[in-house]
């Protein structure tokens, strides 16, 4: 699914909202989506790798962490000291830490490489550690930061999660699940993501939409990174191509399907993911013209 169709999706959602004025299609199409096919679909990747892919990709792989670290650092400090709406604390960490590394990361990415193998790479171990973290944090601000025992409980009670922290498990073990198993699981799961793309916009909410919040999220979750890599990773090759773009991409939606189940300014969070990825897109086309 490239990035257009994304939008288009998210559209439908928006104009499907304003002609069907009763909420409980889109709560169980938010249920169906999210605990049933997007776990299956978490599962499905995440069981399907092996000890010996982890250990392939050390150089991305703690690229990856870094500019984790980078953004839940710099975004928690920010909040501590300049946001007072706790919900929106909670968001802008998410926002800023889950980058859009898959459906959107991989297109752009292969408007500078040939091989899009080292995003690929990336996009996978972020999906790995991010989940689980995005999800804590989440659970803990939903709660009124609740202890530390209470939120990893409430984490692990979001079944993506839960699916994801078992298939790394499992991963770790060296056990090789059947394709037969494995497959289906993808498959059938991958329908989350268009599911999910027409719930979002159903609860865009463009009234509450702020410059302040898209300047936040647009600077921890793409500018930071994007300026990191490029001074610190240059040279490198397709690795470094890789991760700048991916180091760069705007909020995943997987980051809108956690801020919506546990209630934490998701309709805000949408937009802001919404605009981020028109300027992401506008920005890297732009990259890609001027260096043709």
Do not use: C
């Not at 990361?105 to 989940?131: E, H, K, M, R, W």
């Amino acid at each position: 699914m490239d990035v257009y169709q994304m939008l288009a999706l998210i559209a439908l959602g928006y104009v499907l909202k304003r002609l069907i004025k009763d909420e409980r299609p889109f709560y169980w199409l938010n249920l169906f989506s999210t605990r049933i096919l997007l776990t299956l679909f978490v599962f499905g990747n995440v069981a399907s790798k092996d000890l010996g892919y982890l250990l392939s990709i050390k150089l991305v792989f703690i690229y990856v962490l870094l500019i984790i670290a980078l953004s839940l650092g710099l975004s928690y400090l920010y909040t501590r000291h300049f946001v007072k709406d706790e919900d929106w604390r909670g968001a802008l960490m998410i926002l800023s830490t889950y980058p859009n590394t898959a459906a959107m990361g991989f297109p752009i990415a292969s408007l500078f490489l040939d091989d899009i193998t080292p995003a690929i790479l990336y996009s996978t171990t972020n999906s790995l550690i991010v989940l689980p973290l995005v999800t804590f944090i989440a659970a803990h601000y939903s709660s009124g930061k609740a202890s530390i025992k209470d939120s990893l409980v409430k984490a692990l009670k979001f079944p993506p999660t839960a699916a994801n922290l078992l298939a790394l498990f499992i991963v770790l073990a060296r056990v090789k699940l059947p394709s037969w198993l494995l497959e289906p699981a993808k498959s059938i799961g991958w329908w989350s993501i268009p599911l999910l793309l027409v719930y979002f916009g159903s609860i865009i909410n463009l009234r509450e939409f702020r410059l302040r919040h898209l300047a936040e999220v647009g600077l921890f979750r793409s500018v930071i990174p994007f300026l990191f890599v490029l001074l610190t990773l240059r040279g490198a090759g397709d690795i470094y191509y890789a991760v700048l773009v991916e180091a760069s991409m705007p909020p995943a939606i997987m980051a809108n399907v956690v801020l919506a189940h546990y209630k934490l300014k998701a309709g805000e969070g949408i937009g802001v993911t919404v605009v981020l990825t028109l300027i992401t897109l506008l920005f890297f086309m732009a990259i890609k013209a001027l260096g043709a």
